[in-house]
Nanobody
Framework: QVQLVESGGGLVQPGRSLRLSCTASGFALGRYAIAWFRQAPGKEREGVSCISLRDGRTYYADSIADRFTISRDNAGDTIYLQMNLLTPEDTAVYYC?????????????????WGRGTLVTVSS
């Protein structure tokens, strides 16, 4: 049974940091990439960052401007999104999603499984 479970969301003040986690299970990790998407109220879901579970290559959306870092643990089944210098514009539900290797893992239509999301609210 494929599972992607996000955690780590919450309320954070502007300028602070937050780390999200996505725990993956139930599938052959090396055949996939894991992506982080986010959806702000009233906006389209957008790709933020993704990582190949085979070779660890990482990809980032231009809008992140080097503030976020994606990584994985040694086992490769937990993927992190370190978010720094958060602004209210980063407020969104953050989802992790799975994409087959070889596809553009920042494009929503290439995701074949989604987690339920975790809410990040940046506010003073």
């Amino acid at each position: 049974q494929v599972q992607l479970v996000e955690s780590g969301g919450g309320l954070v003040q502007p300028g602070r940091s937050l780390r999200l986690s996505c725990t993956a299970s139930g599938f052959a990790l090396g055949r996939y990439a894991i992506a982080w998407f986010r959806q702000a109220p009233g906006k389209e879901r957008e790709g933020v960052s993704c990582i190949s579970l085979r070779d660890g290559r990482t990809y980032y959306a231009d809008s992140i401007a080097d503030r976020f870092t994606i990584s994985r643990d040694n086992a490769g089944d937990t993927i992190y999104l370190q978010m720094n210098l958060l602004t209210p514009e980063d407020t969104a539900v953050y989802y992790c999603a799975r994409a087959l290797m070889g596809s553009d893992c920042l494009i929503r239509r290439n995701m074949d499984f989604w987690g339920r999301g975790t809410l990040v609210t940046v506010s003073s």
